[in-house]
């Protein structure tokens, strides 16, 4: 029996999933307390920012380039993150943890050269390519 977690054990996962509950709960069910839940009026369903009506087209059209780069963004802002850790941890880790983050380093370096290479990250057009080509000839 001393393998299994004891229940008083669990009372702290217990309460703090509770609140967790209990806070989703409160910012899903006060918005609509708060409201007064007025009647629709003429422009409720109509798109508008800071009381101006749109002209023209409000879809915003991005380059197919900015999704990639975004994405690439978020996966290295994550690194960062696992570099922070470990520098804060750096004592504790000593030698084995600093050989397995020059490692890590290593490794991101390798695969922000290889984006490099392959262009993924470059932002122009075939023809801004082609262009910058004939000019260096």
Do not use: N
């Not at 422009?43 to 087209?57: I, L, R």
């Not at 290295?76 to 030698?95: K, N, S, T």
């Amino acid at each position: 029996m001393d393998d299994f977690v004891q229940v008083s054990q669990l009372w702290p996962l217990i309460a703090y999933s509770a609140a967790a509950l209990a806070v989703v709960a409160a910012m899903l069910a006060l918005p609509r307390f708060l409201s007064g839940q007025r009647p629709p009026g003429r422009y409720t369903g109509s798109p508008f920012e800071s009381g101006v009506v749109p002209v023209g087209d409000i879809h915003v059209r991005l380059a197919v380039q900015y999704y990639p780069v975004a994405l690439f963004f978020v996966i290295f802002d994550l690194e960062a993150i696992f570099i922070y850790a470990w520098a804060v941890a750096f004592r504790e880790a000593g030698w084995p943890g600093y050989v397995e983050m020059l490692t890590f380093i290593l490794v991101l370096l390798a695969a922000l050269f290889y984006l490099c290479r392959s262009g993924a990250l470059d932002w122009r057009t075939r023809r801004q390519r082609s262009q910058d080509a004939y000019f260096k000839h």
